[in-house]
């Protein structure tokens, strides 16, 4: 099992920049992939971002690109989502992902999620 905590979700104004975090612990040498997904109340849960263990390759939403950056840190386990130019539509809340097989990009795939943090974006 795999156990992820999300942090670093608040509220800041349209423009600012915000950092968030994923610590992941258990056995996490069987994780392949990483991500970030958001989701809004009554909408279906969206992908944003996703990078491969050992952070050679990301992929970003159209939504996110060239605003978002996904990183990771192996040694300390932990995930994060630099999120800059950010937008009222950014408003969600965030959860950070892990798959052992499959695509990071796709709900279906994921087999552990933290339990998301929220960011609220005013105009």
């Known amino acids: 099992q795999v156990q992820l905590a999300e942090s670093g979700g608040t509220s800041v104004q349209a423009g600012g920049s915000l950092r968030l975090s994923c610590a992941a612990s258990?056995?996490?040498?069987?994780?392949?992939?990483m991500g970030w997904f958001r989701q809004v109340p009554g909408k279906e849960r969206e992908w944003v971002a996703r990078i491969y263990i050992d952070g050679s390759i990301t992929h970003y939403a159209d939504s996110a690109k060239g605003r978002f950056t996904i990183s990771r840190d192996n040694a300390e386990k932990s995930l994060y989502l630099q999120m800059d130019d950010l937008k009222p539509e950014d408003t969600s809340k965030y959860y950070c992902?892990?798959?052992?097989?499959?695509?990071?990009?796709?709900?279906?795939?994921?087999?552990?999620w933290g339990q998301g943090t929220q960011v609220t974006v005013s105009s």
């Open positions: 992902a892990a798959a052992s097989w499959g695509t990071c990009s796709a709900a279906k795939y994921i087999g552990y």
């Open positions: 258990g056995s996490t040498e069987s994780i392949y992939c």
